[in-house]
């Protein structure tokens, strides 16, 4: 794989999707920073990824603070030397009806949409003078598809608009050989999905899915690898992968 030795930056890192993927990065040789609201999670990752600390940093806070997104990707620079992978992964997901959505709920959803907006404009500024780049981000199935289930308005929205900035970028940014991508996940058992769910409600999504199971974290992980890595993916760019155990295929009953 061509990930050893590169600079990786992960949001969303402390559990679930960024955790397995910090695993993963490192693994492949990469040197990792990690974003997450809460410190003692990242430093977790951390610790279990690399007890040595020496390829790994951690940089807690909101990504949707400029300021945070700003210091991320200078503590990557100033540590590593450079950004090479960007995984805009932190997230927020709670299906509610329309007309339940409040103002509050919609900022929480435009903060986060900011925050990879903010985090991606930093990091091109680097990936620019390296002479290249690859930036993943997760979007959604129900950015792709209204499901009656979950009604999820708010949350597809600012997917949606993920999915709209990864197709812009790819273009604008094809010139600097920076590629852009974004991953469309299913039902994918996290702790995201802890405070809406029971355990056996959560069970009962398998069946949505026509491969017959949720996805896990490590499904993510292995589309995540394949699209950073410029050996396995460097003639793609500006896709939206479904990473949904068929569900966009068609329908399932």
Excluded at 21 to 45: T, Y
Excluded at 210 to 234: C, E, K, V, W, Y
Excluded at 236 to 243: A, D, M, R, S, W
Aim: proline residues 5%.
């Amino acid at each position: 794989m061509s990930l050893q030795g590169k600079v990786v930056v992960i949001s969303g890192a402390g559990t679930g999707i960024g955790a397995d993927a910090a695993r993963a990065m490192r693994s492949a040789g990469a040197s990792v920073v990690l974003n997450g609201r809460r410190p003692d999670k990242i430093e977790q990752v951390a610790s279990s990824i690399d007890a040595t600390g020496k390829n790994v940093e951690c940089v807690a806070g909101d990504v949707g603070d400029p300021k945070i997104s700003e210091r991320i990707v200078k503590t990557a620079v100033d540590r590593f030397g450079a950004i090479d992978v960007l995984f805009n992964n932190a997230g927020i997901f709670e299906p509610k009806p329309f007309l339940e959505v409040s103002q509050s709920d919609l900022s929480g959803y435009f903060n986060l949409m900011g925050g990879y907006f903010a985090l991606t404009q930093n990091a091109v500024r680097h990936m620019r003078a390296r002479g290249g780049g690859a930036i993943i981000s997760i979007g959604s199935i129900w950015a792709m598809q209204g499901i009656a289930a979950t009604p999820s308005s708010a949350p597809s929205m600012a997917k949606g608009g993920i999915h709209s900035l990864t197709r812009a970028l790819a273009i604008e940014l094809a010139p600097d050989r920076i590629r852009v991508n974004a991953i469309a996940p299913g039902v994918v058992e996290t702790p995201l999905f802890d405070p809406l769910l029971t355990s056996n409600e959560l069970a009962s999504f398998n069946a949505f899915h026509p491969l017959g199971r949720n996805g896990q974290p490590n499904d993510i992980t292995s589309a995540l690898l394949f699209l950073a890595d410029d050996s396995a993916s460097a003639w793609i760019t500006g896709v939206v992968l479904p990473v949904d155990g068929g569900v966009m295929a068609g329908r399932n009953s």
